[in-house]
């Protein structure tokens, strides 16, 4: 059974700051996505990553995947307000199945 | 292209009472998903269509949910008869062979409420 953790589950940080997200998962996966949800909102999809190394980036954040750790993270380089939400993992299980984590509720602060 | 559609936006209902609730996908997708989302927690996935055929519905609680995609198009999902922990946001999301590549699209989903 394949399990997602993020860590953290909230994130309270100030504008101007850096800070790091993190999604474990249990079993083999080569392809991880993160999405973003606003309050009462649908989700968008940030990033994929499709291999082990892969990096990707827009705007202030970037996301990479180490699949031999079983690990993503999402940066945030220097936080803005407007980048408060709640951000998914989720990683392909096989047969284009996604399992999502819990979420990363962030809220950036003046 | 246009979005994921889903109706209705929300919904109340009594406990034991029935629902249904709608989603039409991108135009050519054909795989098609729909996830159950409790205040709070991740989507979790109920159903995958490919085309018209499950592809896997192994959560999907079978003595009072059901789904279907007749003819590999729109699809509905029907809850007989709701409980309680049945209220959360039902999203569809809908992906083409190529769309694996660059996730997959959710609609707005239906906000369900069960009292």
């Known amino acids: 059974e394949l399990k997602v953790e993020q860590n953290p589950l909230f994130l309270s940080m100030q504008e101007g700051k850096n800070y790091t997200i993190y999604c474990n998962y249990s079993?083999?996966?080569?392809?991880l996505y993160w999405y973003r949800q606003d309050p009462g909102k649908s989700l968008e999809s940030l990033f994929v990553l499709l291999s082990n190394g892969a990096v990707k980036q827009e705007g202030r954040l970037m996301a990479s995947l180490d699949t031999k750790a079983r690990l993503s993270t999402l940066h945030i380089t220097a936080a803005v307000h407007d980048l408060s939400a709640t951000y998914f993992c989720?990683?392909?299980?096989?047969?284009?199945?996604?399992?999502f984590g819990a979420g990363t509720r962030l809220t950036v602060k003046p | 292209e246009a979005g994921v559609a889903q109706s209705p936006r929300y919904k109340i209902i009594e406990k034991r009472q029935s629902v249904a609730f709608w989603c039409n996908p991108i135009?050519?997708?054909?795989?098609l998903y729909w996830y159950q989302q409790i205040l709070g927690q991740g989507p979790k996935l109920l159903i995958q269509f490919q085309n018209n055929g499950v592809v896997d519905d192994s959560q999907l609680p079978k003595d009072r949910f059901s789904a279907e995609r007749l003819k590999g198009v729109d699809s509905t999902l029907k809850i007989q008869p709701a409980k309680l922990e049945d209220s959360a946001v039902y999203l569809c999301?809908?992906?083409?062979?190529?769309?694996?590549?660059?996730?997959?699209?959710f609609g707005s989903g239906t906000r369900l409420t069960v009292v």
């Open positions: 999301a809908s992906s083409s062979r190529q769309g694996y590549n660059y996730g997959y699209t």
């Open positions: 079993t083999t996966s080569d392809r």
């Open positions: 135009s050519g997708h054909a795989t």
């Open positions: 989720a990683v392909d299980k096989g047969n284009n199945d996604m399992r």
